[in-house]
């Protein structure tokens, strides 16, 4: 599966404080573009409907922020701490979280369009009814999570954690979960969920419990 890669600009405006700097641009719902920011901390801080195009947020802090209904394209994170921040229905477009903490955040009814994960805490997250079209999960951590009620067009994982997470009415057709775990996740009863996924026989023995039968 091929993900298109975000488009930074090679030239970027470093920007000090986020909050204050987004006010205006907000308020006359124009996009931020092409700036950096690194190193700041906000807490509860309302940052609803902000758009963002072409840039790069580093080391930063956004701890329980408000980013409802807000657009990110072309954007990378790095080493960002998002957690128990709402992003519910925000739209994500070419962007890469790489070694961020999202611990808890609400992604519900947001779109996910050609996005990396790598590397990437996103446990408890709550993606239920989330759509997802062309995005890697790699050597992230998705337990606990809510990912039910999805839609998902190439969704590929590796080296990836999905213990204890809902799967609730998404279907799992074509993703390989051979090289990452998952165990105890959360199905409907009818486990329609699992119809096409692909696990190895280890998997299988903790996806059989499901069903009510004992492996010896």
Known sequence: MKIIKPNIPKVL????????????????????????????????????????NGTVLENCKFINCDFEKSS?????????DFSNSNFQNSYFNKCEFISCKCLGI????SSLKHVLISDSNFQYTNLNRANFNGVMVSDSDLSNANISECTQKNFEVVNAQFLNTSFFKTMLKGI????????????????IEL??????EYQASDIVKLLGVVVR
């Open 13 to 52: 405006v470093d920007v000090e404080n986020l909050m204050s700097y987004s006010i205006s641009f907000r308020e006359e719902d124009i996009d931020i573009e092409k700036i950096i920011v690194k190193e700041n901390y906000c807490e509860k801080v309302d940052f609803y409907k902000i758009s963002m």
């Open 72 to 80: 990110f394209v072309d954007v990378i994170f790095i080493k960002c």
């Open 106 to 109: 609400d992604m519900y009814n």
């Open 176 to 191: 390989d979960f051979t090289n990452s775990q998952i165990g105890a996740v959360a199905l409907s009863d009818s486990l």
């Open 195 to 200: 119809k096409g996924v692909i696990i190895n």
